[in-house]
C-alpha cells in the first residue's frame, strides 16, 4: 500500500511541475524578451507575468500539498 | 508606469481582508473552528507565495533592463515549500482542515486574477489605444 502511495505522490506532482515548468519557461521568456525590447514596458509587462505565473503555479503547489498530505496519512 | 506595487497591495488587502472574515468565523462559530483556522493559515501562505512571487519579478526585471545575466533562478521550489509549510503547519500539526487549506492558498493566485482582469479591462476603456497607436 505504501508503494502505491508514493507513486501517487510522484505521479501528481510530476505532472503537475511538468505543466507549470511548460508554463513559467514560456512566460518567463516572453516577459524578459519584451523587458529586453521595450524597457519602458517594464512595468505592465511584469503585472502581466505576475498574474499568468501566479495562476499557473498555483496547480504545482496545490498538488504537492496534496501529495505530502495523502502521502504521509 | 509600474502596476505591479499597485496590484500587490490591493491583493495584499484582499488577503487581509480574507483573513478578518476567517478571524470572525473562528469566533462565531466554535464548531467550525478547523475549517476557519486551516484557510486562515492558506491565506497567510498564498500570500507569502504572492510576495515571494512579486519580489523575484522585480529582481529579473532590474536583471534583465541593466543588461545582466540573472544569477537565481525563478525560486518554484521556494515557492512550493512555503505552500508545502503551510500545508504541514496546518493539517499535521493543528489538524486542521485540509480543503479549507488549499482553499486558502490559492484564494490569492484567485484575487490576483480578478483584480488583473478588472484593471486590464478599466485601462482598455479609459485608453482606446495602447502606447503605439493601434486600436484593440
Same mark, same amino acid.
Given at each position: 500500500?505504501? %508503494?502505491? #502511495?508514493? +507513486?501517487?505522490?510522484?505521479?501528481?506532482?510530476? /505532472? !503537475?511541475?511538468?505543466?507549470?515548468?511548460?508554463?513559467?519557461? $514560456?512566460?518567463?521568456?516572453?516577459?524578459?524578451?519584451?523587458?529586453?525590447? &521595450? *524597457?519602458?514596458?517594464?512595468?505592465?509587462? &511584469? =503585472?502581466?507575468?505576475? %498574474? !499568468?505565473? !501566479?495562476?499557473?503555479?498555483?496547480?504545482?503547489?496545490?498538488? +504537492?500539498?496534496? #501529495?505530502?498530505?495523502?502521502?504521509?496519512? | @508606469?509600474?502596476? $505591479?506595487?499597485?496590484?500587490?497591495?490591493?491583493?495584499?488587502?484582499?488577503?487581509?481582508?480574507? /483573513?478578518?472574515?476567517?478571524?470572525?468565523?473562528?469566533?462565531?462559530?466554535? #464548531?467550525? &473552528?478547523?475549517?476557519?483556522?486551516?484557510?486562515?493559515?492558506?491565506?497567510?501562505?498564498? @500570500?507569502?507565495?504572492?510576495?515571494?512571487?512579486?519580489?523575484?519579478?522585480?529582481?529579473?526585471?532590474?536583471?534583465?533592463?541593466?543588461?545582466?545575466?540573472?544569477?537565481?533562478? /525563478? !525560486?518554484?521550489?521556494?515557492?512550493?515549500?512555503?505552500? $508545502?509549510?503551510?500545508?504541514?503547519?496546518?493539517?499535521? @500539526? +493543528?489538524?486542521?482542515?485540509?480543503?479549507? =487549506?488549499?482553499?486558502?492558498?490559492?484564494?490569492?493566485? @484567485?484575487? =490576483?486574477?480578478? $483584480?488583473?482582469?478588472?484593471?486590464?479591462?478599466?485601462?482598455?476603456?479609459?485608453? *482606446?489605444?495602447?502606447?503605439?497607436?493601434?486600436?484593440?
Amino acid at each position: 500500500m505504501e %508503494i502505491y #502511495a508514493l +507513486l501517487a505522490a510522484a505521479i501528481v506532482f510530476g /505532472l !503537475g511541475a511538468l505543466g507549470a515548468g511548460i508554463g513559467n519557461g $514560456l512566460i518567463f521568456s516572453k516577459t524578459v524578451e519584451g523587458i529586453s525590447r &521595450q *524597457p519602458e514596458l517594464r512595468g505592465s509587462l &511584469q =503585472t502581466t507575468a505576475f %498574474i !499568468g505565473v !501566479g495562476l499557473v503555479e498555483a496547480l504545482p503547489i496545490i498538488s +504537492l500539498v496534496l #501529495a505530502f498530505i495523502f502521502m504521509s496519512k | @508606469m509600474n502596476e $505591479l506595487p499597485d496590484l500587490l497591495k490591493r491583493v495584499s488587502r484582499i488577503a487581509f481582508f480574507f /483573513l478578518s472574515m476567517g478571524c470572525l468565523g473562528w469566533a462565531v462559530w466554535p #464548531a467550525y &473552528q478547523n475549517v476557519f483556522g486551516g484557510f486562515m493559515i492558506g491565506v497567510i501562505g498564498g @500570500m507569502a507565495i504572492s510576495w515571494h512571487l512579486a519580489w523575484k519579478l522585480v529582481r529579473i526585471g532590474d536583471s534583465v533592463v541593466s543588461g545582466r545575466k540573472p544569477r537565481s533562478g /525563478l !525560486g518554484f521550489v521556494t515557492r512550493a515549500c512555503i505552500g $508545502l509549510l503551510a500545508g504541514v503547519i496546518s493539517v499535521r @500539526m +493543528l489538524e486542521f482542515n485540509l480543503a479549507a =487549506t488549499v482553499t486558502g492558498i490559492i484564494a490569492s493566485p @484567485m484575487a =490576483t486574477l480578478v $483584480l488583473g482582469l478588472i484593471s486590464r479591462s478599466r485601462r482598455s476603456d479609459g485608453h *482606446p489605444t495602447d502606447e503605439r497607436g493601434e486600436k484593440h
